[in-house]
């Protein structure tokens, strides 16, 4: 499976954009990156998911290049309560290489 | 996405005793379910994947006859925590998966999670 590294803190500022990023060097051809995002004391809640280029959705974008050995999720106008963990997954969906490892995660703090 | 419900949400227990925590589906039948540990400031860790009507398959270095899983129907997969001692003390979490909006594959839905404390 494909090991994923990311920092492992930031911290923010209120009203900032927040780009979170992750290298996965060894993603296979049809591995999707799935990232997520914790709460203390709460089970991770799924952010988005992506395969290439860029998608978004009403609370982020993930941007990837072309080589797929990396991946940045960018998070938009960060408020207090986007304080928190988020960790990226790299795993084949349609077969049993899921994404299921969680690597370190980046801690992310906002600021006032 | 699937809604899942974990119980208790906190339990404390004595050296040496067995504590059972509970993973609901419910609104989703879940032939496999993942349980997860994760120790203060850590990542979580993959114990095992329970399988509907058959053995659970356990990560390496995770003992089969500490954890044992039960995922006895679709909905529902219970892990029990045998002879448990301080070192146990932990954040157990649970997930189905499901997929996701807008075409997302194979997304993971988690429990919020049992706090397991061992005096």
């Known amino acids: 499976l494909a090991k994923t590294t990311q920092p492992i803190s930031m911290d923010s500022y209120e009203g900032q954009e927040v780009n979170i990023t992750c290298s996965h060097n060894?993603?296979?051809?049809?591995?999707?990156i799935t990232w997520y995002q914790q709460f203390p004391s709460q089970g991770p809640r799924f952010i988005i998911q992506?395969?290439?280029t860029k998608v978004t959705n009403e609370v982020a974008s993930l941007f990837i290049p072309a080589d797929r050995k990396s991946s940045t999720l960018s998070l938009p106008r960060v408020s207090l309560s986007d304080t928190a963990v988020y960790y990226c997954?790299?795993?084949?969906?349609?077969?049993?290489?899921?994404?299921?490892?969680f690597g370190s995660g980046t801690r992310l703090q906002v600021q006032p | 996405g699937a809604v899942v419900s974990q119980h208790p949400s906190w339990v404390i227990c004595k050296s040496g005793t067995s504590v059972k925590i509970e993973c609901r589906s419910l609104?989703?039948?879940?032939?496999?379910m993942f349980w997860y540990r994760q120790f203060p400031k850590q990542s979580l860790m993959l114990m095992a994947t329970?399988?509907?009507?058959?053995?659970?398959?356990?990560e390496q270095g995770v003992e089969k006859d500490k954890f044992l899983i039960n995922h006895a129907s679709l909905t529902l997969s219970t892990l029990t925590v045998t002879s448990a001692h301080p070192e146990d003390s932990s954040f157990y979490i649970c997930?189905?998966?499901?997929?996701?909006?807008?075409?997302?594959?194979?997304?993971?839905?988690f429990g919020a999670g049992t706090r397991l404390s061992v005096l």
């Open positions: 997954l790299v795993g084949d969906p349609d077969t049993g290489r899921r994404a299921l490892t």
């Open positions: 060894n993603i296979a051809t049809n591995d999707y």
């Open positions: 992506g395969y290439k």
């Open positions: 609104d989703f039948q879940a032939t496999t």
């Open positions: 329970s399988n509907e009507g058959s053995k659970a398959t356990y």
């Open positions: 997930s189905i998966v499901d997929q996701g909006k807008l075409g997302a594959k194979n997304i993971q839905y």
